[in-house]
């Protein structure tokens, strides 16, 4: 070895190596191959054309399995796989190592949501997830009263063997398929989201009582008597944050955010508990909720309701006007929240066009949140945070609940003030306890943490964005201001919604983790969630070890919650990403039952995907995403280039690409696969791809 410095990096990238499993160690100090097995284990996922994917637990490695070895496994199983003899490929061809499925280890769910249809004197229920890959028999006389055409739910009694078809009987009966209320329950199940808690959990709500002791308040800090009120939306009934501001004689501004202290109530391993963790998180629906806590105490022991006494966890920051925190506390409150106001209502008090709302008492201290609102936007932008404007549909709904209208949510000032203080307090939380752990003191935590960017898909995202005539300078990677200055060029563009929503494709996904590693999105060394444990478990974890370390916990208690972390945050996440698939499937729901009431109608919007089999138009304004079929174009025979992300006609030249403004009309709607399907009416529009100066 010719330096101690090549000394050096030999060692961290043997390292490196053994830390991504591609090396071994062997005693003596001596370095190994990692020998392959033959047979590995994984969860398998199955793409909705058929094919498999083995995800192998604890690595990297992905095992491509065609549809005719994947034997009776179904979309999610965990299974074990096989590998066949590799054949000898160039470097780095992409390709994946291809197996079988050879055992199904633990079935993902034993229960299918799906059509019951009746075929040449056999019953079969057809399922409403694709990837499930085959129907279900249903004898005769395990019908449970469903007649065909039911949406229902069918128990797997056997899974049968190689690719035979398995059995099951059906279990609920969810009403006709095609009503939204039956595409709404179906959601609910197939996304295994309970609809109801368990008996010993309702009774254990039911014991708290409504009454604080006066010794809890006495060892409180007890905010009653100042000024500070909940900004929510509208239909609201679960207050979990309430705000004050106040000015100090030091030129400081003491910002409080004060969160419902939902630990109090919810004991650790109790049945709330219990049921809490294995929830994860509230999922909201376009016209429902599933929460996470019973009822009483997310609408009422818990929710800042005004002008009632309530416990709090509070974070006090002490800020310069310029926004920065100089000094901070985080305490154990009681708090009396002296004003319930809606979005709405901020917003009339930051525009000034009521009177009414110009001369209401707390007016005012709304101005002055809302500057210092505007400062911390300013400041966070100016670190590197980036600043998606994602946008939502909001569905108005007839006397059978049936959507009506769908509208384009506004982000407005008042959204924008409440999200930077709770921000600002989730960065305080995440540095109280991640700084000092730099200065030697370890003490575990639940961090909420955001990676960067893969680098293939920063490529892939500068190569389209590049077509709209955007540049994106994707070489040795892409800073959090990098991403922010395209999305700040693509606002107010007709490309905007597309390219928003590829971008997020391209990041990774924020999760919970017990290891810090800085929130890219936000451009945030350390953040954690602290504002929300009404609705969000690691919340209310969070709550419970900061007051254990505010206690002064032992070592023992410490090394407990070590153990725990891994565990809460692999949970929380995996909640947290079916409570999103579940909320996409039922917003989905709701557009398609709108579009019923609209065929034959003609929209206009923006070509927001490009496959070999078509492309997907977004309406504007609407929101709704549909597709357009290479069937249905019948004036040429078109090639799909991927990359220029369009379809070409081979004889014509036109090309459909994304981006480009259409004019499309509604001929087909299918609510049991939630699709969409539309033709052109008209020459597509030219496209307002110019940038925005």
Known sequence: ????????????????????????????????????????????EIKKQGLGFVNIVDSDVRIFVAPRFLSTAMHGDTVEVSLFAQPKKKKDDGSLPEGEVTKVLTRARSTVVGTLEHSRGAYVVVPDDRRMGADVFVDKDQLAGAQQGNKVVVQIESWGVSHSNPQGRILQVLGNAGEVSAELRSVFHEYQLPLGFPPEVVRESETISLEIPQSEIDRRLDFRGEVCFTIDPEDAKDFDDAVSLEELENGLLKLGVHIADVSYYVKEGTALDREALQRGTSVYFPNAVIPMLPEKLSNELCSLRPNEDRLAYSVFMHMTPQGVVKDYEIRETVIRSKRRFTYEQVQEILDGKKKELKADDFAEKVRVMHALSKTLTKKRMKEGSIDFDSAEAKFLYDEEG???????????????????????????????????????????FLYRIHDAPPPDRLKELSLFVSKFGYKLHADGGVSSKGLQRLLEQVRGSEVENVINEVTLRSMAKAVYSEKNIGHYGLAFDYYSHFTSPIRRYPDLFIHRVLKEYARGASLDHVREIQ????????????????????????????????????????????????THY??????????????????????????????????????????????????VKVVRVNPEEREIDFVLTTEKRSSKRTKRR
């Open 1 to 44: 070895m010719k330096s101690d410095e090549e000394y050096r990096a030999l060692k961290q990238a043997i390292h490196q190596l053994n830390e991504s499993k591609q090396i071994r160690r062997e005693r003596r100090g001596t370095i190994g191959h990692l020998h392959t097995p033959q047979r590995l284990v994984g969860v398998l």
């Open 402 to 444: 049936k959507p009506v209208e769908i509208i384009k949510k506004v982000r407005l000032d008042s959204h924008r003030l409440v999200e930077e203080f709770m921000l600002a307090a989730n960065r305080t939380v995440g540095r109280h306890i991640g700084l000092p752990r730099q200065e030697g003191n370890p003490k575990p």
């Open 563 to 610: 153990r725990r972390l891994p565990a809460v945050a692999q949970q929380t996440s995996a909640r947290e990403r079916v409570a999103m698939e579940a909320e996409r499937a039922g917003v989905k729901v709701m557009q398609v039952e709108y579009m019923k009431r609209h065929l034959g109608d003609e929209f206009h919007g923006v070509i927001s995907g490009v």
């Open 614 to 663: 078509g492309f997907f138009v977004e309406v504007n304004d609407l929101l709704v995403e549909g597709m357009v079929h290479v069937r249905d174009m019948e004036d040429d025979y078109y090639v799909y280039d991927e990359k220029k992300y369009a379809l070409i006609g081979r004889e014509t030249g036109n090309q459909f690409r994304l981006g480009d403004a259409v004019n």
